[in-house]
């Protein structure tokens, strides 16, 4: 299948004069709909950054970054946002979700910014990470693990083609953490989304389908125990 996420060749530098940060260096990486994967490396070593430059957040020094047809290096601010709001579902490491809302204004909550083509339907979706329970629950009524299933199914709504998910079970226990990235892997298989995942957490790295190391801003395959 052809790929979502294309990046070739990308440079990020950071600051400018003497004081220059590298954070990401000549990284390639190619994702295809209905994939998780997940990315390990040092803090510091341009996780984020990575993950800022697939979701149209971050312009890289060079290199090229293809969103499904577009390129992200040529498109107008405008194109941009759009891009980000029809295309890219954010996952945050605590869910990031709004204090007053309850789960299921949460999910919808996308849906407000404007039309959305096909969106899925907030009370099934809540209802595939298992919290249709919970619906009009408001976060501090919530486990960091509810929560983080709120904020995945907010991810989703608008369908998007890419899924973007830093560190996700950082604040989770070992059990809950195996069943957070197992459903973002339903999600991704499922759903034909291409998703990609920043972890420190090598206890969840079997439920993804290919793994990278970054370190010092540059990215390495590494051999899962399933090739
Ligand atoms: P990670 O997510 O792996 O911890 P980051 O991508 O956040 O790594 O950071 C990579 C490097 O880039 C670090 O040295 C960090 O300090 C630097 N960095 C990240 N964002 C900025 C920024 N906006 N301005 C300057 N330096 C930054
Ligand atoms: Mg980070």
Redesign the pocket.
């Known amino acids: 299948m052809s790929p979502i996420l294309s990046l070739t060749d990308v440079t990020l530098v950071?600051?400018d004069g003497e004081e220059t940060?590298t954070?990401l260096d000549k990284v390639s990486l190619e994702v295809s709909p209905g994939e998780l994967v997940a990315i390990v490396?040092p803090?510091?070593?341009?996780?984020?950054?990575l993950l800022a430059v697939a979701g149209a957040l971050t312009t890289p020094t060079s290199g090229t970054v293809r969103l499904a047809d577009h390129d992200l290096g040529t498109s107008s601010p405008r194109e941009l946002a759009r891009i980000r709001r029809d295309q890219i579902g954010f996952v945050f490491q605590s869910g990031n979700l709004v204090p007053a809302l309850t789960s299921y204004d949460q999910v919808r909550l996308p849906l407000t910014f404007g039309k959305v083509s096909d969106p899925r339907d907030p009370a099934e979706l809540l209802a595939e990470v298992g919290m249709d329970h919970k619906a009009k629950r408001r976060p501090h009524e919530l486990s960091g693990g509810e929560r983080q299933r709120v904020g995945i199914a907010r991810a989703l709504v608008t369908r998007p083609h890419l899924l973007l998910v830093d560190e996700p079970t950082a604040a989770l226990d070992r059990q809950r953490s195996q069943d957070i990235v197992g459903l973002l892997a339903r999600e991704a298989h499922e759903h034909d989304v291409a998703a990609v995942m920043?972890t420190h957490d090598h206890d969840v790295l079997h439920h993804c389908d290919r793994v990278y190391e970054?370190i010092d801003g540059r990215l390495n395959a590494v051999a899962t125990s399933t090739d």
């Open positions: 950071h600051g940060v954070a490396g803090s510091g070593s341009g996780k984020s950054s920043v970054m």
